[in-house]
């Protein structure tokens, strides 16, 4: 069965500090990959997608993630955080011919000043 | 502006009352999703649709019913609210097109507490 594992459930960074965020997957052919993040008391906003050619993914509010297919992982990476970064961010799968999305349990980010 | 809007930002209902909850989404996407959100848990898909009129049992279905009678409309409703259903609850709505990958567009939740 597909499944996505986002093994922190906290992180906590200094504000100015590199972020990464990990996310692997379980599936046999290649997904299509979401990051997401959710603002307290808000919905979720799309951070950035991947689903086919460069593997490094730019996102917005200056995030990327890179896909690693040896890996199975889609790691989400910010070179400096602000912080208004705090929230909390999920990371999801879909695949062909189905329109649901596998998600990830989320990370909470906690931005020390 | 794409938008998905939800009935109430936050509702507050007693034990055994019947609750609705309205989802709109201006898109003309096919697929509607209904999520509960709770702590530690993630996201789990309660009902989802693929059409007017067409429903389907997500992970967690127990205790809920939804409606779909027009393409932009989908409506959750709990026919005898209980205390464990206190959540936050999510609408998304996605294309069928091939090109859009399943991407999900989001309300922005209702927190639903039954006292």
């Known amino acids: 069965a597909q499944s996505v594992t986002q093994p922190d459930i906290h992180i906590t960074v200094s504000e100015g500090a590199s972020l990464e965020l990990r996310c692997n997957y379980s599936?046999?052919?290649?997904?299509?990959l979401f990051w997401y993040v959710q603002s307290p008391g808000q919905g979720l906003q799309l951070l950035l997608k991947y689903f086919s050619g460069d593997t490094l993914v730019q996102g917005i509010k200056g995030f990327e993630a890179e896909f690693k297919r040896s890996q199975s992982s889609f790691n989400l990476r910010k070179p400096s955080v602000h912080w208004s970064d705090a929230a909390e961010y999920f990371c999801a799968v879909g695949t062909w011919g189905n329109y649901q999305l596998i998600w990830g349990a989320g990370t909470k980010l906690i931005i020390k000043p | 502006d794409v938008k998905v809007t939800q009935s109430s930002r936050y509702l507050v209902k007693r034990t055994g009352e019947k609750v609705f909850l309205e989802c709109v989404q201006d898109m003309d996407h096919e697929n509607m999703f209904w999520y509960r959100q709770d702590p530690g848990l993630g996201l789990r898909l309660i009902y989802f649709?693929?059409?007017?009129?067409?429903?389907e049992k997500g992970d967690i279905p127990e205790g809920y019913s939804v409606s779909r009678e027009k393409k932009e409309r989908f409506s959750l409703i709990l026919e005898s609210a209980s205390t464990n259903q206190t959540s936050m609850y999510l609408c998304?709505?996605?294309?069928?097109?091939?090109?859009?990958?399943?991407?999900?567009?989001f309300g922005p939740g209702t927190r639903l507490t039954v006292l």
């Open positions: 649709s693929y059409d007017v009129k067409m429903k």
């Open positions: 998304a709505s996605s294309s069928q097109r091939e090109e859009v990958n399943n991407e999900q567009f």
């Open positions: 599936y046999g052919a290649t997904p299509y």
